[in-house]
């Protein structure tokens, strides 16, 4: 019987690893998921970004996992190597410096409180939602955002964030050697 060829996808995992709360080491990930029959498993940073290959979806393995192993649901979004690849291309905001671009991942289609994210925004950010991400340019950082703050709020569903910088990071890996 042939195998079923080896798909990658990309796991962000939301909220682990900050403060000392939700911890999933990546490193002690990394053994579990390759029992689970994951391949070729790579993670960037210790903020949940996981690229791997499977021959089936693996949202839901992965969910049962990190529930079994570390205790908690961390919400958990998984994006085909193609979704992501055009989610990237996509970024109005690409052109800008990585640290001050962020793109928001949510698990389903926002449902958005326009004047709300409007009343929020300082006049130097931008945002765009298209899909399921909402592109952010926050030139003045993210650390005293009120837009950020609120972000999910205004959105009207959970998102979780990453850098241009980490961003570019993960489409790395999915390039071929």
Excluded: W
Aim: aromatic share 6%; net charge neutral; glycine share 8%.
């Amino acid at each position: 019987m042939k195998e079923k060829p080896l798909n990658k996808y990309i796991i962000l995992l939301r909220a682990i690893n900050v403060g000392g709360k939700n911890l999933v080491p990546m490193k002690a990930l990394v053994p579990v998921l390759e029992q689970q029959g994951f391949k070729n498993i790579k993670t960037i940073l210790q903020t949940g970004n996981i690229v791997l290959e499977s021959a089936n979806h693996p949202l839901e393995d992965i969910k049962s996992l990190i529930s079994a192993h570390f205790g908690f649901m961390p919400e958990t979004l998984c994006l085909g190597c193609e979704e992501f690849e055009q989610i990237v291309a996509q970024n109005p905001y690409a052109e800008f410096e990585g640290k001050f671009v962020h793109l928001y991942f949510c698990n389903e289609r926002p449902k958005p409180d326009l004047q709300r994210l409007e009343e929020l925004a300082r006049e130097s950010e931008h945002y765009q939602i298209n899909g399921s991400i909402c592109y952010l340019h926050a030139p003045e950082g993210i650390g005293r955002s009120k837009l950020v703050a609120g972000l999910e709020k205004g959105l009207g569903v959970a998102a979780t964030g990453r850098n241009l910088n980490t961003v570019n990071k993960i489409a790395a890996l999915l390039k071929p050697l």
